[in-house]
Every structure is written in C-alpha cells, then in structure tokens.
C-alpha cells in the first residue's frame, strides 16, 4: 500500500506565498508552441490565441521562421496560427484537446495542467468581473 502525506493547511497569504513560489519555476517549453490567454468580455468568452515555435537546443522559445529567441515581454508582433474561445475554462479545454478539426497543439502534460489552471483563473476573472493577467 502506498503512504501519501496530507500537506498542512495554510492561510490564504501563504497559499499565495506558495503559488508565487511555484510560478517563478523551470519548466521545459512545449514545442508545440504556447498560447496568449485573454477575456473578450464583449462576447463573455475566454480567448487562448495559439503561436508556433521550436525550442533550440539551449531550451529557449525560438520563431519558426527566423531561428530568432522569442522575447519574454512584448516588442514582437507575431502571427496567431488559431484562436481558440470558450464561454468556460472545460469549454474552451475541449476545443483544444479534443477537437477533430486540427491535431491538438500541446504535446506535453505539463503544458496542459497550466493550460488547465490558467484557463479556470480567467473564469472565474470573466464570472466576478475582475482583472485578468497570465501567470
């Protein structure tokens, strides 16, 4: 039988200590390509614009078509190769995932949780009216 451990309880600021902790992690980029996660409160819908990339062999988020690293803030303007939208985070997970117009374009697991996270957050950003910033 496996043992798990139950993690202590925390208070809501160290709940956010944690997930400000976690947010400044390596991770490895998917070379699938990445998404930019917005709200279209107009139409109530959650929008994830999807950019191609390769990773070169330093690890780092290179364009296509120019070989160049992709900056971390702003300066390029990019073409979107999809915008997918969804009226829910599991809406907007289904049009990516489980689409049978076009292969899905994430191609690791990590990617997919965040994707998944990030998706929930500009939810309940869209349901409460509130400010919302990708982590």
Same mark, same amino acid.
């Given at each position: !039988?496996? /043992?798990? %451990? @139950?993690? /202590?309880?925390? =208070?809501?600021? &160290?709940? @956010?200590?944690?997930?400000?902790?976690? %947010?400044?992690?390596?991770?490895?980029?998917?070379?699938?390509?990445?998404?930019?996660?917005?709200?279209?409160?107009?139409? =109530?819908?959650?929008?994830?614009? $999807?950019?191609?990339?390769?990773?070169?062999?330093?690890?780092?988020?290179?364009?296509? *078509? @120019?070989?160049?690293?992709?900056?971390? *803030?702003?300066?390029? /303007?990019?073409? $979107? =190769?999809?915008?997918?939208?969804?009226?829910? &985070?599991?809406?907007?997970?289904?049009?990516?995932?489980? =689409? %049978?117009?076009?292969?899905?374009?994430?191609? !690791?697991?990590? $990617?997919?949780?965040?994707?998944?996270? *990030?998706?929930?957050?500009?939810?309940?950003?869209?349901?409460?009216? /509130?400010?919302?910033?990708?982590?």
């Amino acid at each position: !039988m496996v /043992q798990t %451990s @139950t993690p /202590q309880k925390l =208070s809501p600021n &160290a709940l @956010t200590d944690l997930d400000n902790r976690l %947010s400044h992690r390596f991770i490895e980029l998917d070379p699938g390509g990445y998404f930019l996660i917005y709200l279209d409160r107009e139409n =109530s819908v959650i929008c994830a614009k $999807h950019f191609t990339n390769v990773i070169n062999d330093k690890g780092l988020a290179c364009d296509p *078509e @120019t070989g160049e690293p992709l900056p971390c *803030e702003g300066g390029v /303007q990019r073409q $979107h =190769s999809y915008v997918y939208t969804g009226r829910t &985070a599991k809406e907007l997970c289904i049009a990516i995932f489980e =689409s %049978s117009d076009r292969p899905c374009p994430v191609t !690791m697991m990590d $990617h997919a949780a965040y994707l998944g996270r *990030e998706f929930v957050r500009a939810e309940l950003a869209l349901l409460a009216g /509130q400010e919302y910033v990708q982590d």
